[in-house]
């Protein structure tokens, strides 16, 4: 009787935590393609649409992390991904509103205002990040690829520490992907 009744409690743990997971969709679209490094403003349209079968707040998903890249979302352990001035990223916060099913929630945000970094896997596994800079200037003119994404803690793996005996807890992330845009700078 007891093995029953934790059985079904783990059960309907498992079919409610399925219940809650956030399913959404991201797009983006820039008022202009060319980039002026020089502008003030760079105006970036933001579109998130709720696919879940409950309500979705932006608290609720957090940072978009957006990013002009060498290359496109698919290609992240590409040899070039992985080098110095191949990724730009910076974050904004998602509006908190609350979403229904269906629906979308719609944002601007300047890029031009933003503070980017430069990001690089260091050994292609751990990333490491440049200085902030407070506008495009920097980014090199060959990351034509600009994309959003949403990242969501998936839970945790054990890695082992040399010269110990417990090992590292280093969280597991998924990304949800933006359409890709591919930019120019002038």
Avoid: H
């Avoid at 709720?50 to 609720?60: F, I, M, P, T, V």
Wanted: aromatic share 10%.
């Amino acid at each position: 009787m007891r093995i029953s009744v934790v059985l079904l409690l783990l059960i309907l743990c498992c079919i409610s935590g399925v219940a809650q997971t956030a399913r959404y969709s991201i797009e983006i679209e820039l008022e202009d393609l060319a980039i002026d490094r020089k502008a003030s403003e760079e105006t970036l349209k933001v579109s998130i649409t709720n696919k879940s079968d409950e309500r979705l707040s932006g608290k609720q998903l957090g940072n978009l992390e957006l990013e002009f890249s060498k290359c496109g979302p698919g290609e992240r352990d590409s040899i070039f991904c992985t080098k110095k001035s191949a990724k730009y990223f910076s974050r904004v916060a998602i509006p908190d509103r609350e979403v229904p099913d269906g629906e979308k929630l719609v944002f601007r945000v300047n890029i031009a205002s933003l503070y980017w970094s430069e990001i690089w896997l260091l050994g292609g596994t751990k990333p490491r990040y440049g200085n902030w800079a407070p506008s495009l200037p920097n980014i090199p003119d060959d990351n034509v690829y600009f994309f959003a994404k949403i990242r969501s803690l998936e839970g945790y793996r054990s890695v082992p520490v040399p010269d110990s005996d417990k090992p590292e807890k280093r969280p597991v992330w998924s990304f949800e992907y933006s359409n890709v845009i591919n930019v120019a700078f002038i």
